[in-house]
C-alpha cells in the first residue's frame, strides 16, 4: 500500500514537472519577446514588452542587462549596421518579472533597401558564477521578426 501511493506520488510528481517544462519551452529560456505592432514604421512609437517569467523561475537566468536592437539577417547588403534601440538595466524586483518600455522607431535611409528582412534582438546578459566561483557575466539572446514599411521612409540616401 505504501510503495503503491509512494509509486503515484512518485509518477504525479514527474507529471507535474513535464507539465512545468512543457509550460518553458527552450526558446523560452532568455525571454518572451513581444511587441504592439510586428509592422513598424520610422516614427513609429511601439511598445516592447518581455516576459521574464520562464527565465527566471524555470532556468534560472535573472537579467543584470536587457539590450535591444534591430538587426538584418535577410538582404543585409553586406553592411547594414544594427540599430539600438535600447539598453536597460533590469529591476530584478519586478513583479511580475516583466520588462516593458516604449520606443520610436528612427528615420533610416537604409530601410529603403529592397527585400532586406529585420528582427527585433534582445541580448539577455546575466551572471553566473566562474570555475572559481566569481562571477562572471554571460549572453544570450531571443529575437522577433518584424517588417518595416518604408512608404514612409525618408528617401534620400
Ligand atoms: C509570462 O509567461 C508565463 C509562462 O508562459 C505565463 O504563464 C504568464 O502568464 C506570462 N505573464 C504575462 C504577464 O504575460
Ligand atoms: C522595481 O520593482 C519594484 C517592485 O515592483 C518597485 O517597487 C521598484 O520601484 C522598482 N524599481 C525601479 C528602479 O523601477
Not at 534591430?70 to 513583479?95: D, K, L
Not at 529592397?114 to 528582427?119: D, E, S
Amino acid at each position: 500500500m505504501h510503495i503503491s501511493l509512494h509509486s503515484s506520488l512518485t509518477v504525479l510528481a514527474a507529471i507535474a514537472s513535464l507539465v512545468s517544462a512543457q509550460g518553458c519551452a527552450e526558446a523560452q529560456r532568455f525571454g518572451i519577446l513581444q511587441m504592439s505592432s510586428l509592422t513598424l514604421s520610422p516614427g513609429q512609437t511601439f511598445t516592447v514588452t518581455v516576459n521574464l517569467t520562464c527565465a527566471i523561475e524555470w532556468f534560472g537566468i535573472v537579467p543584470t542587462y536587457l539590450d535591444y536592437h534591430i538587426e538584418v539577417p535577410v538582404g543585409n547588403n553586406g553592411h547594414e549596421p544594427p540599430i539600438y534601440i535600447a539598453r536597460r538595466t533590469y529591476n530584478q524586483s519586478a513583479s511580475p518579472p516583466v520588462d516593458t518600455f516604449a520606443a520610436t522607431l528612427p528615420y533610416w535611409s537604409w530601410f529603403t533597401f529592397p527585400g532586406a528582412q529585420y528582427q527585433l534582438v534582445l541580448d539577455n546578459s546575466y551572471m553566473v558564477a566562474g570555475t572559481n566561483g566569481s562571477p562572471v557575466m554571460v549572453v544570450g539572446g531571443t529575437s522577433q521578426p518584424i517588417n518595416i514599411a518604408t512608404s514612409s521612409a525618408s528617401s534620400g540616401l
